[in-house]
């Protein structure tokens, strides 16, 4: 049974950081297309980003490129995703997801299976 577990989040300032973790149980990390959703009130769940590790590939939604950056720690079984330079709009529940196999779409949250619970992220102005 997999099980993804986030946490991290919590209030920053704006331009402030903040580094989410998502422990995985029930499969190996390196293995498996591993992201990050986020899903703010009234909105649809997004794309942030993703890692595949054979071959090593990352993609990222456009909003974050240059200030998010996505990786996986193989020994600790875990997804990180750190966040640089956050603004109000990076406000939102985080998700990480996962899935059997990599899709060219990737963005979408109908190409992932496995989800955990979120952990909120405010950035206040």
């Known amino acids: 049974q997999v099980q993804l577990v986030e946490s991290g989040g919590g209030l920053v300032q704006a331009g402030g950081s903040l580094r989410l973790s998502c422990a995985a149980s029930?499969?190996?990390?390196?293995?498996?297309?591993m992201g990050w959703f986020r899903q703010a009130p009234g909105n649809e769940r997004e794309f942030v980003a993703v890692?595949?590790?054979?071959?090593?590939?990352?993609y990222y939604a456009d909003s974050v490129k240059g200030r998010f950056a996505i990786s996986t720690d193989n020994a600790k079984n875990t997804v990180y995703l750190q966040m640089n330079s956050l603004k109000p709009e990076d406000t939102a529940v985080y998700y990480c997801?996962?899935?059997?196999?990599?899709?060219?779409?990737?963005?979408?949250?109908?190409?992932?299976?496995?989800w955990g619970q979120g952990t909120q992220v405010t950035v206040s102005s």
């Open positions: 997801a996962s899935h059997d196999y990599f899709s060219v779409r990737y963005y979408s949250k109908n190409a992932y299976h496995y």
């Open positions: 029930g499969r190996t990390v390196s293995n498996y297309p």
């Open positions: 890692i595949r590790s054979s071959p090593s590939i990352t």
